[in-house]
């Protein structure tokens, strides 16, 4: 039993015709009542049998599976109904739909086999594949292709997790959760642009702020308004400073492309770290640079070091024609070494805060100055560790006062040219310090060779009174102390 189809069948379901003068038109008609009823809402019991059920139910009706025997052979894919106690097969056409009992699916017939429309419990059909898009209770557009109006919407799992997935075709691209106020943008959180993690704000969709970033590389916080925290260092840490530089790089590389082309933007730089218990190096290229200097407190327990060129000290000048080459900020503790300093205005170093304290602890060389090589005071610490040159005249080569001090550990000074001092090489005043105990000085020099007094206190260690560079006899008055 079943039909193929004949010219005197329907086209569709192959029901046969009544034709005119037919014998037997019953049996015509109840052939035609049978494959409707065998084919109306289609609902089979299974698609995986090979073999024809032992007892089965008028009426029933299966998808014959591959490979079929026994009574099913040669009909696989077929429509298999029992009826009237007998098989009927009828052979599908292409977009036929058959609800499966077995697996709580429906199935579509295309391309020559049954699938499943659904994959059962509700999940997305099959056939909704490669839409353009899709309204939920509202329209969808060319840019919101999956469009949804409800006051909630669930993503659940299937009985272990579940993850929602944003992804972006390239790092300069969006990947974000947008949130609204009447279709204006007022935050936002995503990889926005780059691949680092955003948090913005907005009060009006125009202009926004960046309230918090994670770093992709290190996955540290930061704060864009509040500038923090801070990068906290694991490790030594070396920036390079040279004139073919750019401020806009890392500073992290000894290359034009990585450099910073400014001292200062280097200072800033390590300011802005937590030191942690590791130095930070600024290593400066040769040239002659005029920034005025100001070094900045900075935090943890490491070394921040300004180096030029500690062979040839000439090789990295810094030069100003008004205020100071480096000023020390409150309790800022660097060690310098490796520069000429010189000023045509001004002084060449400024030390005048509590706290401040300088280290100089390689080569470097002290050019002309109207006014002082050094000024230290107000509580303010120069530390001066290694030989140097004194190859300009100046005011004073160091001027020491209020509650300031100044060490110097055994070491050689270079005096040429025959500098001339126009005040004193050495001024000392209003509880000044200065401990000179094992340096020597070479060269000559002219001028007063040291002034102290309001109880200022110089310590030669019994260097006498010629212990200082000049041509004239130095002094102590008004409580100051010379030995």
């Not at 010219?7 to 192959?14: E, G």
Request: net charge negative.
């Amino acid at each position: 039993m079943g039909f193929g189809l004949h010219m005197n069948d329907t086209p569709n379901l192959a029901l046969p015709y009544i034709l005119p003068a037919q014998a037997q038109k019953h049996v015509t008609h109840n052939e035609a009542i049978r494959a409707i009823d065998g084919l109306m809402q289609l609902s089979v019991a299974s698609r995986t049998l090979t073999t024809p059920p032992g007892s089965p139910a008028n009426g029933e009706r299966y998808i014959v599976s591959a490979t079929a025997t026994g009574g099913w052979t040669g009909q696989d894919g077929k429509v298999a109904a029992f009826q009237d106690g007998a098989w009927a097969f009828y052979v599908p056409k292409e977009g036929w739909l058959a609800w499966c009992a077995a697996e709580s699916a429906l199935l579509v017939y295309r391309a020559g086999a049954w699938s499943p429309l659904s994959s059962g419990g509700g999940d997305l059909p099959d056939a909704f594949d490669n839409l353009t898009h899709a309204g939920i209770n509202t329209t969808a557009d060319a840019t919101n292709r999956l469009a949804l109006k409800s006051p909630a919407s669930l993503f659940d799992n299937e009985g272990a997790g579940h993850q929602q997935k944003i992804n972006k075709h390239a790092s300069g691209d969006t990947a974000s959760m947008l949130y609204q106020t009447n279709y204006s943008g007022r935050a936002e959180m995503g990889l926005a642009g780059d691949d680092d993690f955003h948090f913005k704000v907005s009060p009006d969709g125009a202009t926004w702020i960046e309230a918090l970033k994670i770093d992709r590389y290190t996955g540290r916080v930061s704060f864009p308004v509040m500038g923090g925290p801070r990068e906290v260092l694991t490790a030594g840490r070396a920036y390079y400073v040279r004139t073919d530089g750019l401020d806009s790089n890392t500073g992290l590389a000894n290359t034009s492309g990585g450099a910073f082309k400014t001292i200062q933007k280097a200072i800033d730089t390590v300011a802005a770290l937590d030191l942690s218990i590791y130095n930070a190096t600024i290593y400066c290229g040769a040239g002659t640079r005029t920034e005025n200097l100001v070094l900045k407190r900075t935090l943890g327990s490491g070394m921040p070091i300004l180096e030029g060129d500690v062979a040839t000290p000439s090789n990295c000048v810094l030069t100003v024609s008004s205020g100071q080459c480096i000023a020390l900020d409150t309790g800022a503790v660097w060690t310098l070494r490796g520069f000429k300093l010189g000023t045509t205005g001004g002084w060449c170093v400024d030390i005048p805060q509590p706290g401040c304290h300088l280290i100089i602890d390689g080569k470097m060389e002290y050019g002309a100055t109207p006014l002082f090589h050094f000024v230290v005071a107000v509580g303010g610490t120069l530390s001066i560790k290694a030989a140097y040159a004194i190859s300009g005249s100046a005011y004073s080569h160091i001027f020491v006062q209020a509650g300031g001090t100044l060490f110097y550990t055994p070491g050689a000074v270079t005096l040429t040219g025959s500098p001339a001092w126009s005040n004193v090489f050495l001024n000392v005043t209003s509880g000044g310090i200065v401990s000179a105990g094992g340096i020597t000085f070479t060269g000559a020099a002219t001028g007063k060779r040291y002034d102290v007094s309001l109880n200022g206190v110089i310590n030669t260690f019994g260097g006498g009174a010629n212990f200082f560079p000049g041509n004239s006899a130095g002094s102590a008055s008004s409580g100051g102390q010379y030995a």
